[in-house]
Each structure stands twice: as C-alpha cells, then as structure tokens.
C-alpha cells in the first residue's frame, strides 16, 4: 500500500498527544481488503456525533429527531476523502456531470453480533459492499463492512452474504435520518447496492483523493 504524505507527521505528533482519527491514523497495511475503521457512533446513541475536522474530537452534530435506530457501527475510513476520483465514479456509473465528493471522509457501516457501548474506537474490519448514496450532487457512498472475526458476520465475504432485511434496514436508515419532522429529504437516494469487488475501488479511489487532498494542502 502507498503512504499517504501524511503519515511521518502522525507517527510523531503521536508520540507527544493522541492522533488526529482523520489524519493521524493509518488505514491499514492490508487495506482494502482489511481497513481501520473509527467508529463516531453505535446504535444506542440518541445524537447524531461526527469527528470535528480541526481537532479530532467527537462532537454533536444534531440530537435524532426520530427515533431512529442505527442498525450498525457507523464512522469513517481514516485517510481517505471524497473528491474527484470518488466523484467521477457515481458521474460514470449514473451518467450525470454534475456529481462532485462530499468532502468528508469515506463512511462506513461495520456489522456485528456484539453490543458496542460507545463509539470514538478503532475497529479492524472487512469491507463486502456498499451503498451508491447521492445527497443533491455529491458523492455520499456507504462503505458495508463486518467486524473481523465476528462470531455471525465474520464469515462474511460479500454483500450477498448478508441477510436481505439487514441491507434493507441499513438503506431504511440512511435514507430517514436526515430528516426533520414533517420535512423529508428528497434529495437523499441509493441509487446502487455493490460488492465487494467495488467497495475496494472505491475505498482505493478514497485513498488517492486523499492523498491529492494533503497535497494541495501542504503545496498550495
């Protein structure tokens, strides 16, 4: 796997204090195959909690104005982003021009049989598919993954593996929990479930957006 510019400044800023969970932690030397996820939420949070950019820390995005229940693990993939390359993707594949990343991290749903108390973790996971998730025009895709080792979704290699009701409930959330009480989010679709074979383009695309993302930043 290619380093990211990144990573010597992690390895020693984490000598001295704890490390940024975006940039200071490594993806995995087996990545894509086997990623480290960092998990900002679990399906007993009643708040919506994501990592702050410029600290690192967990904060509170919007309390849940449903009652909606997080069906999984939910975070990122560290040093990855959501720009050009994952961008042009969903253009291709949908055929529309105006689709753009995010801007974020990759996101990723982790499967397990085991009840995590609290997020702000690291997990060694497997990726086995994903979701092609639109919002307006960007780029939002789902990475699906299954804890490593898991005692019921361990055995897991892709997305048609899973039990069919397990990906629906994780579409039925990602497609509801935007929305505000008598608003829905219209511009919110799935317009692809995938495998694994994709998953792995597509975390890989992340990762050179990435890198091309520290680039600009040191260079510009």
């Avoid at 490390?19 to 990545?31: L, Q």
């Avoid at 949908?94 to 397990?112: F, H, M, S």
Wanted: glycine share 8%; net charge negative; hydrophobic share 35%.
């Amino acid at each position: 796997m290619e380093t990211t510019l990144i990573d010597p400044i992690g390895k020693l800023l984490g000598l001295r204090q704890k490390a940024h969970p975006w940039h200071g932690v490594n993806i995995g030397e087996n990545s894509p195959k086997e990623v480290i996820s960092f998990i900002e939420m679990v399906s007993t949070d009643t708040v919506k909690y994501e990592v702050d950019k410029r600290t690192g820390y967990l904060i509170i995005d919007r309390p849940q104005k449903y009652s909606n229940i997080l069906p999984a693990l939910y975070g990122f993939l560290p040093q990855t982003y959501c720009g050009d390359k994952v961008g042009e993707k969903s253009s291709k594949i949908l055929k529309r021009e105006d689709i753009v990343g995010d801007g974020d991290p990759l996101d990723v749903c982790i499967l397990t049989e085991k009840d995590i108390s609290h997020g702000n973790i690291l997990v060694n996971s497997i990726p086995i598919g994903g979701f092609r998730m639109i919002d307006g025009n960007e780029a939002d895709d789902k990475i699906i993954a299954v804890l490593k080792n898991d005692a019921v979704y361990g055995k897991y290699k892709d997305i048609n593996d899973c039990p069919a009701s397990v990906i629906e409930r994780l579409k039925h959330y990602f497609l509801t929990y935007k929305d505000m009480p008598g608003v829905k989010n219209l511009e919110c679709e799935i317009t692809h479930t995938y495998g694994a074979e994709e998953a792995r383009e597509v975390i890989i695309d992340a990762m050179s957006d990435y890198k091309r993302f520290i680039e600009r930043l040191l260079f510009q």
